[in-house]
């Protein structure tokens, strides 16, 4: 049994604070990898979390925000 944590495409938005389509975004530059594939014809793609805070973290931050 894995002991990894895995996060759904909808779970990596909420934690990264962008939409899902960002998501889809991140992982067509490369800047974020699957992790795993569920099997079937429409396998959802899974994330680590560390994967997609260090995606997070690439994300400027807005001007006069606090960093």
């Known amino acids: 049994m894995s002991s990894f ?3 759904t495409a909808n779970e990596a938005a909420g934690r990264a ?6 998501i ?4 067509e530059s490369g800047r974020l990898n699957p992790a795993a594939r569920l099997p079937g014809e429409t396998g959802a ?8 805070d260090a995606a ?6 807005p ?4 960093a």
């Open 56 to 61: 997070a973290a690439l994300t400027p931050s």
């Open 17 to 22: 604070g962008v939409t899902r389509r960002t």
């Open 24 to 27: 889809t975004r991140w992982i």
């Open 63 to 66: 001007e006069g925000a606090e």
């Open 5 to 7: 944590e895995y996060l």
């Open 45 to 52: 793609l899974l994330f680590l979390p560390a994967d997609v």
